[in-house]
């Protein structure tokens, strides 16, 4: 979503244009109204698509930028906030002309559209195709993977679709002009993400997390072999004892969770930390655990940043000069960043996997900066052609994704070889093996 219209009723004059005729063009810009397309949001799409791309491929010989395996965040651990925030900014324009004889209409449209992505992420990365180097597909439904990327931005979109079509005074009178007003406009919005938050964070500190088993059957075995994981605790924020992972195993079921952990590329769980290898000596019973990064709970935390999102949408829906909507950018983005960094001195740790609440704000404190950089670099002073293969990208954002983000392409170069699977064109370039 790149495209936009000021809402008519809250269209002011731009009573500083005559008073500051007299500055510089740099200026003049900042203080005149926005165009008609909001190619920034494009951009920061395909930025993050090119992100995407760099830390799957990359990341495995440069561990500095793949995922943290827990605690700690990277580079990798900005795409999925990122695409989240940026669903939220186009979310703010989709529903912006939607009236209250429209709303369920509205509704009934967003429902649609989360259940085809959320089915879409089934099908990609539910187990249904065996890897790259595979030319064999099928999944067991009994053992499919439930939750992933697509799945959870299905969960946000909806959430705050509904925020958008239900929760936000519709008075035609009440003219929107300050952050003030912002704020109580969708002040019901705002008090959804307090709640959620609360929820979350109750949840993730209260709950009891009892002692758990899980099996594995090894390479070359036929009968599983069973691990005792020891908790009987609250509060817990390590990887085995963790309340995120304790509701995605009693309500989605260990089988149906994601294999290959993130926190295997620990330090108590690999000689070879950060990366993959062999488990050392003493190594912790749940390392080879199933835990799901895009679970239940995390999912909440992943609604509260596309509601960031969508609040900075709505400072582009209300407010037509350049300066105003830099402004009410930035204020949250350095404050959002601010309690992010203190909770983490506290203890409140930043953690992907968790979603933790340090990790919302920084991640989205991030977002909104590089949002208004982009913004004042494409939209404000013109920069168009250096970022147009960005600006592509992000129009084309899903198909890329699926495609590249998840093996589409290279499983289907693969399906081509010669005589033998093993004579294809992916072996022959070094990707296939």
Known sequence: MGVYEPIANEEKTDLESGVMGSKNDELKKILKPASQRLVSLDVFRGITVVLM?????????????????????TLADFVMPFFLFIVGVALAFAYKRVSSEDRHEATKKAVLRTIKLFVLGLFLQ?????????????VDITNIRIMGVLQRIAIAYLFMAICEIWLKNDDKFSMVDS?????????????VGFIVTLIYTILLYGVYVSDWQYAIIQDGDSSPQYFFVKCGLRGDTGPGCNAVGMIDRKILGLKHLYKRSVYKRSKQCSIAWPQNGPLPIDAPSWCQAPFDPEGLLSSVMAIVTCLIGLQFGHVI?????????IILWLIPSFSLLALGFSLDFFGMHMNKPLYTLSYTCVTGGAAGLLFAAIYILVDVYGFRKPTLPFEWMG?????????IGCNILPILIHGFY????????????GIGG
Not at 317 to 325: A, D, I, S
Not at 395 to 403: E, K, Q, R, V
């Open 126 to 138: 539910g187990g249904y195709f065996h890897g790259v180097r595979s030319i064999t597909f099928g």
């Open 179 to 191: 952050g003030h007003a912002l704020l109580k406009k969708y002040r019901y919005q705002l008090l």
């Open 317 to 325: 829906v209300h407010f037509k000069e350049h300066r105003n909507r």
């Open 53 to 73: 791309i760099l830390v799957d491929d990359a990341g495995a010989f440069i561990p500095s930028i793949n995922h943290s395996p827990w605690n700690g965040i």
């Open 418 to 429: 010669w005589r033998k699977p093993e004579n294809n064109l992916l072996r022959l370039i």
């Open 395 to 403: 129009i084309h954002a899903l198909m890329i994704y699926i495609l």
